[in-house]
T-cell receptor, first 112, second 109 residues
Framework: NAGVTQTPKFRILKIGQSMTLQCTQD?????MYWYRQDPGMGLKLIYY???????DKGEVPNGYNVSRSTTEDFPLRLELAAPSQTSVYFC???????????FGPGTRLTVL | EDQVTQSPEALRLQEGESSSLNCSYT??????LFWYRQDPGKGPEFLFT???AGEEKEKERLKATLTKKESFLHITAPKPEDSATYLCAVPTTGNQFYFGTGTSLTVIP
């Protein structure tokens, strides 16, 4: 099993550009999450999904959108990138409600 | 308001020098406390889940314990390869998790 994979690993965006961060898991997990991690701030939940077709906002959803058309994929869309979205983004999945998560390797995004 | 606080922010130990990391929490109705390890440039990796006060779990040189207000991650005779950031997390409303800011551990040979 590859576990949770994320692409790209690194990306530099200009202010106002858009992009999609890809996340795929091959463990047939229903629960998937997107977090951002800023220095000294801990992991903050952006969006999560409890199954295909079901998504919900986390603690810091503004400026982001998600979709979940399949169990495996959970892309995160950034529209009109802003410097405040410079961060490391982690996708995670879990096999049960409130169970521990498997994390992907992260995407380091810089908005200039 | 649910909250998780970790201390210290950073810890430097000599190889073999045992110590403890703290995770204090305030949540209404604890439904588990999770410990993760995060190496630089990588995603967190699950270590332990604790569900009730008095529970303990061990893995190699690590032992996690839980009381009604806090959890400790005890590191016995650490080695340089134990150097990492250790995160704790608790489930909150819905299917969300609240993470602490972590303790950065450096073990010096």
């Amino acid at each position: 099993n590859a576990g949770v994979t994320q692409t790209p690993k690194f990306r530099i965006l200009k202010i106002g550009q858009s992009m999609t961060l890809q996340c795929t898991q091959d463990m047939n997990h229903n629960y998937m999450y997107w977090y951002r991690q800023d220095p000294g701030m801990g992991l903050k939940l952006i969006y999560y999904s409890v199954g295909a077709g079901i998504t919900d906002k986390g603690e810091v959803p503004n400026g982001y959108n998600v979709s979940r058309s399949t169990t495996e994929d959970f892309p995160l869309r950034l529209e009109l990138a802003a410097p405040s979205q410079t961060s490391v983004y982690f996708c995670a999945s879990s096999y049960q409600d409130r169970g521990f998560s498997f994390f992907g390797p992260g995407t380091r995004l810089t908005v200039l | 308001e649910d909250q998780v606080t970790q201390s210290p922010e950073a810890l430097r130990l000599q190889e073999g020098e045992s110590s403890s990391l703290n995770c204090s929490y305030t949540v209404s109705g604890l439904r588990g406390l999770f410990w993760y390890r995060q190496d630089p440039g990588k995603g967190p990796e699950f270590l332990f889940t604790l569900y009730s006060a008095g529970e303990e779990k061990e893995k190699e040189r690590l032992k996690a314990t839980l009381t009604k207000k806090e959890s400790f991650l005890h590191i016995t005779a650490p080695k340089p390869e134990d150097s990492a950031t250790y995160l704790c997390a608790v489930p909150t409303t819905g299917n969300q998790f609240y993470f602490g800011t972590g303790t950065s551990l450096t073990v010096i040979p």
